[in-house]
């Protein structure tokens, strides 16, 4: 637990991140965070209890087989969030995917963490409306945090 009484946050790369600033992701990150401790979903949040929470960068392979063996579905996905603290987040996928929201890699990662911290928090995304509401909800956090940067997340 830090100082501010929030959980530590650190971001880990095994993939290739093409040169995603990490730093910069990680002061994004954090910035983030106290605006995702004050949305509490409808499920038990663990965030607030939490001393660290670990953020892994990794591939669409690696996401894939922990999505089969945690989730029984070997496809990749965007964002894994285990409720000890651990956060898993796919780069393929955020290179892939972000274009299409009008974000970059960054941005994208970004809101892939947002929405892993979000779920630490008790939101929940298996059924409407409540993935409506985390989706408007991750978003509304995402713009929180651009407004904020001293200068954006880069535009790879």
């Given at each position: 637990?830090?100082?501010?009484g929030?959980?530590?946050?650190e971001?880990?790369?095994h993939a290739d991140?093409?040169?995603l600033?990490?730093?910069r992701?990680?002061?994004?990150?954090k910035?983030?965070?106290p605006w995702?401790?004050?949305?509490?979903?409808?499920?038990?949040p663990v965030?607030?209890?939490?001393p660290?929470?670990?953020?892994?960068?990794v591939d669409?392979?690696?996401i894939a087989?922990?999505?089969g063996e945690?989730?029984d579905?070997?496809?990749p996905t965007?964002?894994?969030t285990f409720?000890?603290?651990?956060?898993l987040?796919s780069?393929d996928t955020?290179?892939?995917e972000?274009?299409?929201?009008?974000?970059s890699a960054?941005?994208?990662?970004?809101?892939?963490?947002?929405?892993g911290l979000l779920h630490?928090?008790?939101?929940t995304?298996?059924?409407e409306?409540d993935?409506?509401?985390?989706?408007?909800?991750?978003?509304t956090?995402?713009?929180?945090v651009?407004?904020?940067?001293?200068?954006?997340l880069p535009?790879n």
């Amino acid at each position: 637990m830090s100082e501010a009484g929030l959980p530590g946050l650190e971001i880990y790369s095994h993939a290739d991140d093409g040169g995603l600033p990490l730093d910069r992701l990680v002061e994004a990150a954090k910035a983030a965070l106290p605006w995702c401790l004050g949305s509490r979903g409808g499920e038990e949040p663990v965030l607030a209890e939490l001393p660290e929470v670990e953020v892994s960068l990794v591939d669409d392979a690696v996401i894939a087989g922990v999505h089969g063996e945690f989730m029984d579905d070997p496809t990749p996905t965007d964002v894994i969030t285990f409720h000890h603290g651990e956060i898993l987040v796919s780069l393929d996928t955020a290179r892939r995917e972000g274009p299409t929201h009008g974000n970059s890699a960054a941005e994208e990662t970004l809101l892939y963490i947002i929405h892993g911290l979000l779920h630490l928090n008790g939101h929940t995304d298996l059924r409407e409306p409540d993935r409506t509401a985390m989706h408007r909800e991750q978003e509304t956090i995402l713009d929180r945090v651009r407004s904020i940067l001293t200068e954006p997340l880069p535009e790879n």
